[in-house]
């Protein structure tokens, strides 16, 4: 059984996409894929998941239906040891949500890091790195 975007939630993606994109971005990344139009599986589906290289000013799509995740940008070693010493919350732990990311010209040639802090998530997977170079 699929499971049904709320229109809300696919209304507010969409603007935030379309808003972040006008304003320069390159090209739009939905982390983890995509399941059905929109939605990206941020969830236990990442462990198979190869993601692209990026460049500045590319979109980060991060969006979750069921179960409650959290966004946090984190450097490699927290990233490795599933710790968040030095984590920067981007999106608040919750059941539903989308987060979108424009990577920064800063990144350039550098990996970023991203993961989950509820429960057990980034142990579990919840967690991926993008190399920022062409």
Known sequence: ?????????????????????????????????????????????????KAPKVLPGDLLVFQWLSE?????????????????????QLARGRSYGNFVYKVPGEDY???IYFSSNVKKDCRNGIKVAFDVKP
Request: net charge positive; hydrophobic share 50%; charged share 15%.
């Open 68 to 88: 409650q995740h959290s966004v946090h940008k984190v450097d490699a070693a927290d990233y490795a040891a599933c710790t968040f010493l030095n984590a920067k």
């Open 1 to 49: 059984m699929a499971s049904r975007i709320p229109p809300r939630l696919f209304l507010l993606t969409a603007a935030l996409v379309l808003l972040v994109a006008g304003a320069g971005a390159q090209r739009v990344v939905h982390v983890g894929g995509r399941l059905g139009r929109l939605i990206s599986p941020w969830g236990y589906g990442l462990k198979t998941w």
């Open 109 to 111: 040639d550098k990996t």
